[in-house]
Nanobody, 124 residues
């Protein structure tokens, strides 16, 4: 199983990015996907999760409004759209997959598979 996160880069504050997470080696449509991030010197934090079909999403309270999670099962890819980027969004963003979706998959232990992360750097 592989999850390939991509789309990170250097962006100015106020800009937008769309991160992608492409899966292989699993039946993607049967896995929920979560996004997490880890800023330098900080612990990993939950960003958002999306159910198998994409009909349900869940966001950390602090991420509501600027972050949008989506997926395209035909492309075996999940997305995280980040708008109005701020310097504090600078972090490595990880995607993860879980065969179980409770509607509140916000713990790292909820996920069986992890991608390698993609770095987002926001300049102010």
């Amino acid at each position: 199983v592989q999850l390939q996160a991509s789309g990170g880069g250097l962006v100015q504050a106020g800009g937008s990015l769309r991160l992608s997470c492409t899966a292989s080696g699993l039946i993607f449509s049967t896995y929920a996907v979560g996004w997490f991030r880890q800023a330098p010197g900080k612990e990993r934090e939950f960003v958002a999760a999306i159910s198998w079909t994409g009909s349900r999403t869940f966001y950390a309270d602090s991420m509501k409004g600027r972050f949008t999670v989506s997926r395209d099962n035909a492309e075996k890819t999940a997305y995280l759209q980040i708008n109005s980027l701020k310097a504090e969004d600078t972090a490595v963003y990880y995607c993860a997959a879980s065969a179980y979706y409770s509607g509140r998959n916000y713990l790292g232990n909820d996920y069986e598979y992890w991608g390698q992360g993609t770095l987002v750097t926001v300049s102010s």
